[in-house]
């Protein structure tokens, strides 16, 4: 079974940083494109920043400049490195790989921005 498993949400103030953190299995991350996505109160699920497996990034142009997505090959690791964040930045931020059809996902970590 393909688990994905996130890490490094929390309570933030504006301005301030996080990194989130998802790691699955070597077989899928190798080949996978993997992306963050999030989803707010009453809204639904948006894309954030998505990573090919040869590192090509996509990112939403709500968080260009702020958001950084990398991947960590040793680790089978991928990372959102988000930097001044915004009260508009506060969700369930939700880890996917995927692949032709096949996609995979991962349970959530919850990010507040408030003050």
């Known amino acids: 079974q393909v688990q994905l498993v996130e890490s490094g949400g929390g309570l933030v103030q504006p301005g301030g940083s996080l990194r989130l953190s998802c790691v699955t299995s070597?077989?899928?991350?190798?080949?996978?494109?993997m992306g963050w996505y999030r989803q707010a109160p009453g809204k639904q699920r948006e894309l954030v920043a998505t990573s090919t497996s040869d590192s090509r990034t996509v990112y939403a142009d709500s968080v260009k400049g702020r958001f950084t997505i990398s991947r960590d090959n040793t680790k089978n690791t991928v990372y959102l490195d988000m930097n001044n964040l915004k009260p508009e930045d506060t969700a369930v931020y939700f880890c996917?790989?995927?692949?032709?059809?096949?996609?995979?996902w991962g349970q959530g970590t919850q990010v507040t921005v408030s003050s």
């Open positions: 070597r077989s899928i991350f190798s080949i996978y494109t």
């Open positions: 996917r790989a995927f692949r032709y059809s096949i996609e995979y």
